[in-house]
């Protein structure tokens, strides 16, 4: 940033303004963002691309067969069997849910009921032990919103001495991912914000300080959650409670991020400057473009995802950019200005006194790169050594997906009723393979059908105009386990084979497999258009191609050693039964774009002091200088993702303890020690092909610790 434009923002009359503006925009937000949750789409449809062929079958059976139906089970388990007055209750029961509102004209069917109609259905298991009753509901749209207390009506009517009731089927498990996210924004940024207040009082070491960088963070995460409602609403920006999760963490870590390397260098040109004012003007000048670069390479790496097939994916990076480009825009705005405000009194007890010397000279990280400068060939090769080894864990990382079951870190009571089935040979009828095909060839395509492993009872077919028809077929396991993407993968291949059917296969399992399909596709595109617009950004920065080549092997092999670790502490440690397919593009994008930032937060300070100390002399100072913000900033974000671990679903669980720990890597590891060695080895060839270093000045004694007086003060 320009030095007179950050003199202007911070000016004696200007600040009032800006602070003004922020005031009112925090204001005029606060309404619209509480409304970001009623815009939400967490319907499965909507995660999946319009080429899929479940999303085809859904289109054209939308006038048929209503997408918003949830089938759903009432299942009741009574240990040594269930008595005839059990099932006469069930009867009266079923009599009751079916006045309930969202209840479809199709009424509950029970165990009596299908044994008078003659339905070639099983409701009872053999053993007597288990039985359930069959309903659908329908909300339309609203159905995310409207089951929970649905399944609560249930739950009070279907009361019963001596039975177990659970709710399962896609009711129940929409009922229990709605309990799932309940309550998530407030808990998650409280458990955040608490988090960052700990961590800031540590760092700061003041009692008041931290409050300016949580109050722009609340300020930027309430104005971005305005704008994305407004384009939510109004744009067709598709928001789901996973995006808005992620949202509040990122807002919070990157803000914060950002707040400690501005007072950080805010805190060191106090020391040069008597009048706080001309302090802000310089601290901007200087660390504004590694913010606005940080910031620039997150955002962009993030907008790669709306290549993603998958519209939950490609939704969330629109999303997230928002979010980070408003946490900027913030940053550099809103904290200068009430950092100017305040003064230097809000850094007691320590104040930085006008003339006073530099503690970051004489610190931690200054006497780590002198220890590094003694043999840093060898401490690379060692350090890239074991983050090599840490990679080898990706072989036991499995991404095949998880079923209802694994899906949450607790046992919800549609995992228990779906347990019961299973245990008692019961198939879960809600879980279907919709099939339609030409009216003239259905039967071929039912017989077809018939011969894949699996699929059970078919529904005689159904006309649904335009010379089509549909049926269904059970799968007798979980809708989203592996088992059911086995049952359902080769049916779409039978299907088409039978000549002039245009047949297609869809139905709940074939959306989860679609799914799994379109997040390896999205795998194999997104991630290398991330690397290279990150490596294009960081050439633009650094103005050098060997620098820029470098810091994205060491983000890399920073992501590989957090994912290989990762795996191993999911299947040894937490038990987790796998992942979620997406669940390595998603770890992959936010390590790139937010691990690159601390690299840019070092290099660009790299940069800076090469002019004057050369490139070796100039690693040291910048580590000495920014090590223990840039460590502040990785403990603020690794701990804000861990934060996910809170709620009980495991593809949040495992995408907050993988990002936290390769931020911690990048931090800890990658930027104090790996990129440090590599910058003091390889001097100003980093620069290549930039002249900013040719004479590629040496240390004149590696193990002197005079290097830190270059340190400037």
Same mark, same amino acid.
Not at 192 to 208: D, G, H, M, Q
Not at 370 to 396: D, E, H, K, M
Not at 679 to 687: S, V
């Given at each position: 940033?320009?030095?007179?434009?950050?003199?202007?923002?911070?000016?004696?009359?200007?600040?009032?303004?800006?602070?003004?503006?922020?005031?009112?925009?925090?204001?005029?937000?606060?309404?619209?963002?509480?409304?970001?949750?009623?815009?939400?789409?967490?319907?499965?449809?909507?995660?999946?691309?319009?080429?899929?062929?479940?999303?085809?079958?859904?289109?054209?059976?939308?006038?048929?067969?209503?997408?918003?139906?949830?089938?759903?089970?009432?299942?009741?388990?009574?240990?040594?069997?269930?008595?005839?007055?059990?099932?006469?209750?069930?009867?009266?029961?079923?009599?009751?849910?079916?006045?309930?509102?969202?209840?479809?004209?199709?009424?509950?069917?029970?165990?009596?009921?299908?044994?008078?109609?003659?339905?070639?259905?099983?409701?009872?298991?053999?053993?007597?032990?288990?039985?359930?009753?069959?309903?659908?509901?329908?909300?339309?749209?609203?159905?995310?919103?409207?089951?929970?207390?649905?399944?609560?009506?249930?739950?009070?009517?279907?009361?019963?001495?001596?039975?177990?009731?659970?709710?399962? %089927?896609?009711?129940?498990?929409?009922?229990?991912?709605?309990?799932?996210?309940?309550?998530?924004?407030?808990?998650?940024?409280?458990?955040?914000?608490?988090?960052?207040?700990?961590?800031?009082?540590?760092?700061?070491?003041?009692?008041?300080?931290?409050?300016?960088?949580?109050?722009?963070?609340?300020?930027?995460?309430?104005?971005?959650?305005?704008?994305?409602?407004?384009?939510?609403?109004?744009?067709?920006?598709?928001?789901?409670?996973?995006?808005?999760?992620?949202?509040?963490?990122?807002?919070?870590?990157?803000?914060?991020?950002?707040?400690?390397?501005?007072?950080?260098?805010?805190?060191?040109?106090?020391?040069?400057?008597?009048?706080?004012?001309?302090?802000?003007?310089?601290?901007?000048?200087?660390?504004?473009?590694?913010?606005?670069?940080?910031?620039?390479?997150?955002?962009?790496?993030?907008?790669?995802?709306?290549?993603?097939?998958?519209?939950?994916?490609?939704?969330?990076?629109?999303?997230?950019?928002?979010?980070?480009?408003?946490?900027?825009?913030?940053?550099?705005?809103?904290?200068?200005?009430?950092?100017?405000?305040?003064?230097?009194?809000?850094?007691?007890?320590?104040?930085?006194?006008?003339?006073?010397?530099?503690?970051?000279?004489?610190?931690?990280?200054?006497?780590?790169?002198?220890?590094?400068?003694?043999?840093?060939?060898?401490?690379?090769?060692?350090?890239?050594?074991?983050?090599?080894?840490?990679?080898?864990?990706?072989?036991?990382?499995?991404?095949?997906?998880?079923?209802?079951?694994?899906?949450?870190?607790?046992?919800?009571?549609?995992?228990?009723?779906?347990?019961?089935?299973?245990?008692?040979?019961?198939?879960?009828?809600?879980?279907?393979?919709?099939?339609?095909?030409?009216?003239?060839?259905?039967?071929?395509?039912?017989?077809?059908?018939?011969?894949?492993?699996?699929?059970?009872?078919?529904?005689?077919?159904?006309?649904?105009?335009?010379?089509?028809?549909?049926?269904?077929?059970?799968?007798?396991?979980?809708?989203?386990?592996?088992?059911?993407?086995?049952?359902?993968?080769?049916?779409?291949?039978?299907?088409?084979?039978?000549?002039?059917?245009?047949?297609?296969?869809?139905?709940?399992?074939?959306?989860?497999?679609?799914?799994?399909?379109?997040?390896?596709?999205?795998?194999?595109?997104?991630?290398?258009?991330?690397?290279?617009?990150?490596?294009?950004?960081?050439?633009?920065?650094?103005?050098?191609?060997?620098?820029?080549?470098?810091?994205?092997?060491?983000?890399?092999?920073?992501?590989?050693?957090?994912? %290989?670790?990762?795996?191993?502490?999911?299947?040894?440690?937490? %038990?987790?039964?796998?992942?979620?397919?997406?669940?390595?593009?998603?770890?992959?994008?936010?390590?790139?774009?937010?691990?690159?930032?601390?690299?840019?937060?070092?290099?660009?300070?790299?940069?800076?002091?090469?002019?004057?100390?050369?490139?070796?002399?100039?690693?040291?100072?910048?580590?000495?200088?920014?090590?223990?913000?840039?460590?502040?900033?990785?403990?603020?974000?690794?701990?804000?993702?861990?934060?996910?671990?809170?709620?009980?679903?495991?593809?949040?669980?495992?995408?907050?303890?993988?990002?936290?720990?390769?931020?911690?890597?990048?931090?800890?590891?990658?930027?104090?020690?790996?990129?440090?060695?590599?910058?003091?080895?390889?001097?100003?060839?980093?620069?290549?092909?930039?002249?900013?270093?040719?004479?590629?000045?040496?240390?004149?004694?590696?193990?002197?610790?005079?290097?830190?007086?270059?340190?400037?003060?």
């Amino acid at each position: 940033m320009h030095r007179q434009i950050a003199g202007r923002l911070t000016g004696r009359t200007t600040k009032w303004i800006v602070l003004a503006f922020w005031v009112l925009s925090f204001a005029g937000s606060m309404g619209l963002n509480a409304k970001l949750a009623d815009v939400q789409n967490n319907e499965a449809s909507s995660w999946l691309p319009s080429s899929a062929e479940a999303t085809k079958v859904a289109d054209e059976l939308s006038s048929t067969v209503d997408p918003n139906d949830i089938p759903t089970l009432v299942v009741y388990y009574r240990s040594g069997g269930l008595t005839a007055d059990d099932l006469a209750a069930m009867d009266e029961q079923a009599v009751e849910m079916a006045t309930l509102d969202g209840v479809t004209d199709t009424g509950v069917l029970t165990p009596n009921v299908a044994a008078e109609q003659g339905l070639p259905v099983q409701l009872t298991s053999d053993d007597g032990e288990v039985a359930y009753s069959y309903l659908t509901f329908n909300f339309g749209k609203n159905g995310w919103n409207d089951i929970p207390d649905a399944a609560d009506e249930i739950r009070d009517i279907t009361r019963t001495d001596g039975v177990t009731v659970h709710l399962a %089927g896609f009711g129940g498990q929409a009922a229990d991912a709605a309990e799932a996210f309940e309550g998530i924004d407030g808990t998650l940024l409280g458990a955040t914000l608490l988090v960052v207040i700990v961590i800031l009082l540590f760092t700061y070491r003041s009692p008041v300080l931290w409050i300016l960088p949580i109050f722009s963070a609340v300020v930027a995460l309430t104005v971005a959650g305005a704008v994305i409602y407004l384009l939510a609403k109004h744009a067709g920006l598709t928001v789901n409670g996973q995006s808005q999760a992620i949202l509040s963490i990122l807002v919070i870590g990157a803000g914060t991020d950002y707040a400690l390397l501005l007072t950080a260098r805010y805190r060191e040109e106090l020391r040069r400057h008597e009048d706080r004012h001309e302090a802000m003007s310089f601290a901007l000048h200087r660390a504004a473009p590694a913010v606005l670069a940080s910031a620039a390479t997150v955002v962009v790496g993030l907008l790669c995802l709306v290549f993603a097939e998958l519209n939950s994916t490609a939704g969330l990076g629109p999303v997230l950019a928002i979010g980070v480009s408003v946490t900027f825009l913030v940053m550099v705005t809103l904290l200068p200005a009430l950092l100017v405000i305040f003064g230097r009194w809000l850094f007691w007890p320590r104040r930085p006194a006008f003339g006073s010397t530099e503690p970051t000279s004489t610190g931690l990280w200054a006497r780590v790169g002198n220890r590094i400068s003694v043999r840093p060939r060898a401490v690379w090769a060692v350090t890239a050594s074991v983050l090599l080894v840490a990679c080898l864990g990706l072989f036991r990382l499995d991404t095949s997906g998880l079923s209802t079951e694994d899906t949450y870190t607790k046992e919800f009571d549609s995992i228990k009723g779906q347990k019961l089935l299973v245990e008692h040979d019961l198939a879960d009828n809600s879980n279907t393979a919709q099939v339609v095909a030409s009216t003239a060839s259905v039967a071929d395509v039912q017989a077809a059908l018939a011969d894949v492993s699996g699929l059970g009872q078919q529904t005689p077919p159904q006309e649904i105009g335009d010379g089509r028809s549909y049926f269904e077929a059970t799968i007798d396991a979980d809708i989203s386990s592996t088992a059911a993407f086995d049952i359902v993968d080769p049916a779409p291949g039978a299907a088409h084979d039978v000549g002039g059917a245009d047949a297609q296969v869809g139905g709940g399992a074939a959306f989860y497999l679609d799914t799994k399909t379109a997040s390896n596709r999205d795998n194999a595109v997104i991630m290398p258009l991330v690397l290279l617009v990150v490596f294009l950004i960081l050439i633009l920065l650094l103005r050098a191609l060997v620098a820029p080549l470098i810091l994205m092997a060491t983000v890399v092999l920073s992501f590989g050693a957090a994912l %290989g670790i990762s795996a191993l502490l999911f299947e040894y440690v937490f %038990g987790f039964a796998g992942s979620d397919p997406g669940f390595p593009l998603f770890v992959f994008v936010f390590l790139v774009a937010l691990g690159v930032d601390y690299n840019i937060f070092l290099m660009t300070r790299v940069r800076e002091e090469t002019a004057d100390h050369g490139t070796r002399r100039g690693s040291l100072v910048a580590l000495a200088s920014t090590g223990g913000v840039i460590t502040s900033a990785g403990l603020v974000l690794a701990a804000t993702f861990l934060v996910l671990g809170s709620i009980p679903f495991v593809f949040l669980a495992e995408l907050g303890v993988a990002v936290a720990l390769g931020i911690l890597l990048d931090t800890m590891i990658v930027r104090s020690v790996l990129v440090t060695a590599l910058n003091l080895d390889l001097g100003g060839r980093i620069w290549w092909p930039s002249s900013l270093d040719t004479a590629d000045r040496p240390l004149p004694d590696a193990t002197s610790d005079d290097t830190r007086d270059s340190v400037p003060v």
